[in-house]
């Protein structure tokens, strides 16, 4: 099985935006099926989404209308699945919560998620962030975005009374561009 550092940089990004070991890729053995959709899938209201993406523009000063008039698609996997993501097979493990699949404008959610459930709403908002960050503005490398979306998930969890937990130091060294430095 190969490191994270064989991920492709969309991947590891995804890999990163959880937890060191959130994703792992094999090679071709891999059979060829993405997240089968199960029989009762979990529902994301379209106001929902519409809700997150306009707070997200009003938080940040992004220009959320292309969000707006086309948000991204939405799907479910469950913990121990292959999916698809970027040039790679990831599999989703007991880390993984969500992730942004930016050449597919599709976000990834595990399986169970409820949207009367803030902290699960504050996974969906996450990746929304992802979403309208990558059509706003470029970015110095592919993790730099997360320091953003960890604070705005945060915001809008204290909004609604309710404290994150996030381990602050781990986000901002996953959040970190590397440098090319040179004795």
Known sequence: MPHLSALTPLALLAALALSPAA???LG??????DCPA????????????QELLVWIGRATGYDVAESLARPPEIDFCSKGEWVDYEDARVLVDDQLRAVYDWPRRRVLIV?????DAPRDVSVLLHELVHHVQLLNRDWECLQAPEWEAYK????????RGIASGFDWL??????????????
């Open 23 to 25: 994703a792992h890729v």
């Open 28 to 33: 071709a053995e891999v059979p060829p099926a």
């Open 38 to 49: 199960p029989a009762a899938e979990p529902e994301v209201p379209g106001a929902l989404v």
């Open 111 to 115: 399986r169970p998620w409820h949207a």
């Open 152 to 159: 705005l998930q945060d915001r809008w969890l204290a909004e």
């Open 170 to 183: 781990a986000i901002y060294f996953m959040s970190r561009c590397p440098r090319d430095i040179h004795p």
